[in-house]
């Protein structure tokens, strides 16, 4: 097989396809099992028909294209084509067409090596079923009573068919997922690559801070017990203290629900979720424990613990292969953590996984302004590329 490259144009071309499959006028939206979503997949698979390639769409809507035989292990890869809401063209979407482009590629120039699979993964974005829940049902990380029957119905899905999405733990040799970094580490360092070694953990806390409401025109200040004071302390401390950590962990406060919402009346409860993500579980829960005590010992307060996702350690050999590629590449490369959740976080579950970033300009995701340079994207396909490459020759 001749030396194989991947050019822009064909990447371009389907990536602006895609995007055209869109319900919203701000940004980009294919929302989980939304109508757009169905169409982006039944688009992939009529491309990987064409290409002569074994296609099937699994129990949960999945869609796969292997290039090779059926009854081997493969080296898979992929991503997703849903958006968040006024999303934007790259997040997802791109992982799915360069993993197309490689294949058309690879077959074009005769590839006869171990058998390769292109996913496209439904569901990966926040949704009732919860994010990643296409590659978590891959991975067999859904289980028996964490979906209601009632959010199951609205997708006509029932547990059946999500243990039926579920792969052999040998159904792959390996998995490869390109992403847009969706944060500024690359641009700030100047680096083509990111080479990601974990997958942060998520740990949310759920927090109601308890005041008294009262009447905003004849409560004095010094007889207050506002809420929502209470609660601006706890942001502010959150933020400060997680700045001082010498560590990745990051904090952040989203979501804040004041009681009884009125403009002449002192708050007299919040709601607010903290959520701590970072490498390090022990770490996080430590940070967490700060919180805790001092939110126990300034605020009256009650606590609950929320969603709890441990940290996953990427595939080393996964990593060596694409920082082998960049090498032999010349292309600048950089290893680092994602802080955001990935299908390729589920898929560790099955196999061996990684992550290639390419850089997105500002930081800035999940917004219609999310860009890559055609240029960056070139460079991260041809990366993906030769690492399939490299990571077959370790098999063969």
């Known amino acids: 097989m001749s030396f ?6 064909n990447i371009k071309k389907n990536l602006l396809h895609i995007g055209s499959i869109n319900s919203g006028n701000i940004g980009y939206n294919r929302l989980a099992f939304s109508n757009e ?30 290039l090779g035989s059926l009854d081997k292990p493969a080296i898979a890869f992929g991503s997703h084509l849903d958006t968040v809401n006024n999303g934007g ?15 058309r590629v690879l077959k074009e120039h005769g590839y006869q090596g171990v058998p390769l699979e292109l996913i496209s993964f439904v569901g990966e974005e926040a949704n009732p079923l919860g994010g990643t829940f296409g590659s ?14 009632v959010e199951m119905e609205k997708f ?11 792969k052999s733990d040998n159904a792959y040799l390996s998995f490869l997922e390109l992403h847009i970094e969706q944060g500024s580490v690359l641009e700030t360092t100047n680096n083509q690559i990111g080479i990601v070694t974990a997958i942060a953990g998520i740990s949310r806390m759920h927090v109601h801070v308890i ?4 009447h905003s025109g004849t409560t004095p200040m010094n007889a207050r017990n506002d809420a929502l004071v209470s609660a601006a302390s706890i942001i502010q401390y959150v933020s400060e203290r997680a700045t001082k950590q010498n560590n990745d962990i990051v904090a952040t406060v989203g979501k804040l629900e004041v009681f009884p919402n009125s403009e002449n009346v002192v708050p007299g409860d919040v709601q607010l979720t903290i959520e701590v993500r970072g490498s390090d579980w022990h770490e996080m829960k430590e940070f967490e424990q700060r919180l805790t005590d001092w939110m126990n010992a300034n605020h009256r307060v009650e606590i609950a613990v929320g969603v709890q996702k441990h940290p996953n350690t990427l595939s080393e050999n996964v990593q060596k292969a694409i920082e082998k590629t960049c090498q032999n590449s010349k292309v600048n490369y950089h290893y680092m953590v994602s802080g955001a959740n990935h299908d390729a976080n589920s898929l560790t579950e099955l196999t061996e996984a990684g992550m290639i970033f390419i850089p997105s300009k500002d930081g800035l995701s999940h ?3 999310e860009y890559s340079s055609w240029e960056d994207i070139e460079v991260g396909a041809n990366v993906m590329l ?3 490459l490299e990571l077959s020759k370790k098999v063969n």
Do not use: F
Request: charged share 30%; glycine share 10%.
């Open 4 to 9: 194989p490259k991947v050019y822009v144009e």
């Open 37 to 66: 979503e169905k169409k982006a997949n039944e688009w992939l698979e009529e491309q990987l028909k064409d290409l002569n390639l074994s296609v099937y769409k699994d129990s949960i809507g999945n869609v796969h294209g292997r």
């Open 89 to 103: 063209l790259y997040d997802g979407a791109l992982g799915v067409i360069i993993g197309l482009e490689c294949l």
């Open 136 to 149: 978590r049902a891959t991975a067999g990380l859904v289980k028996d009573g964490d979906v209601s029957d």
């Open 156 to 166: 006509d899905l029932n547990m059946s068919k999500i243990k039926e999405a579920r």
């Open 211 to 214: 005041g008294k409401a009262s």
């Open 367 to 369: 917004h219609p302004d």
């Open 386 to 388: 030769q690492t399939i």
